[in-house]
């Protein structure tokens, strides 16, 4: 079943619809809202009540536009709300199983290549995370979502300026986390 079938079935009310967009969307969305929150089970949660109110809402949803773009950003926006409600973020890191570690290890760079390059994900992960969650927002929506200023501003309904003063100050702020975190 392709995009547009699913959204239909979810217009006529046949949950089918819903359970193709979670297969579709789901692995992206809990990786976009857990850069957000920078808690695994509370990515989850918002993913999961995003996927409830997309339903819930799906009339609303222009069926001529692409359904990931509409879709993200209320993950997006939800995400930074959750960690308002939630224990500060990090307060332990999610574990990766044995079979994870096979799997990376069996191809590509040398192991030592590839603790290094861990070792630096959880230099910017620990960074992003002393970041406030808007802050963390607008990075992900830049980099993760690779969303232009514009579409920002569009999305936030914030006039481009202060977009570009959200992303420089949260880009400097990063910088610095991670440049301390090199001399520690």
Not at 36 to 65: M, P
Not at 103 to 125: K, M, N, T
Request: aromatic share 8%.
């Amino acid at each position: 079943m392709d995009e547009h079938e699913a959204i239909k079935r979810m217009k006529a009310g046949d949950i089918g619809g819903l359970e193709e967009m979670v297969a579709c969307h789901q692995l992206r969305a809990v990786r976009t809202a857990w850069l957000i929150t920078g808690d695994l089970a509370s990515a989850e949660d918002v993913v999961q009540d995003t996927f409830i109110q997309v339903y819930q809402r799906i009339h609303q949803f222009d069926g001529s536009k692409p359904f990931a773009p509409w879709f993200m950003r209320s993950v997006v926006n939800a995400a930074p709300k959750s960690t308002r409600h939630n224990a500060p973020p990090g307060q332990g890191a999610p574990t990766v199983d044995e079979a994870w570690f096979e799997s990376h290890f069996a191809q590509g760079p040398s192991p030592e290549q590839q603790v290094e390059w861990l070792a630096f994900q959880q230099q910017i992960r620990a960074a992003l995370l002393r970041l406030s969650p808007r802050q963390r927002a607008v990075i992900v929506r830049k980099y993760y979502l690779e969303m232009s200023e514009q579409e920002m501003s569009s999305d936030l309904q914030i006039a481009p300026g202060t977009v570009k003063w959200l992303l420089n100050t949260a880009r400097e702020r990063l910088r610095g986390l991670l440049k301390g975190a090199q001399h520690d």
